[in-house]
Nanobody, 124 residues
């Protein structure tokens, strides 16, 4: 079973940056599209970004376009989410998810494998 582990979260001031990482405990991510999702207290889980297995295709939620960048390094078996110009609205638990998909999707439903999530708090 593919197990994903997120890292890189924490507390940051508004306007700051964080880089999240998603890596498997075992196995390769080479064939998987990866999505990043987040869930704030009292809100539904929402899609943030996704990247295809090859890395050639990406997608972003409107709320993060121009601020977040998703990338993957298959040699390191890791997917990254670079988050810049963070605002308090970005505060949430962030999850990465994996699925074998022809194109990546930023809806949660297609994804089978999920990480445990990591807290990102944007506060002064």
């Amino acid at each position: 079973q593919l197990q994903l582990v997120e890292s890189g979260g924490g507390l940051v001031q508004p306007g700051g940056s964080l880089r999240l990482s998603c890596a498997p405990a075992r196995y390769s991510l080479d064939y998987y599209a990866i999505g990043w999702f987040r869930q704030a207290p009292g809100k539904e889980r929402e899609g943030v970004s996704c990247i295809s297995s090859s890395g050639s295709s990406t997608n972003y939620a409107d709320s993060v376009k121009g601020r977040f960048t998703i990338s993957r390094d298959n040699a390191k078996n890791t997917v990254y989410l670079q988050m810049n110009r963070l605002t308090t609205e970005d505060t949430a638990v962030y999850y990465c998810a994996a699925e074998i998909l022809p194109i990546c999707r930023i809806e949660p439903s297609p994804y089978t494998y999920w990480g445990q999530g990591i807290q990102v708090t944007v506060s002064s």
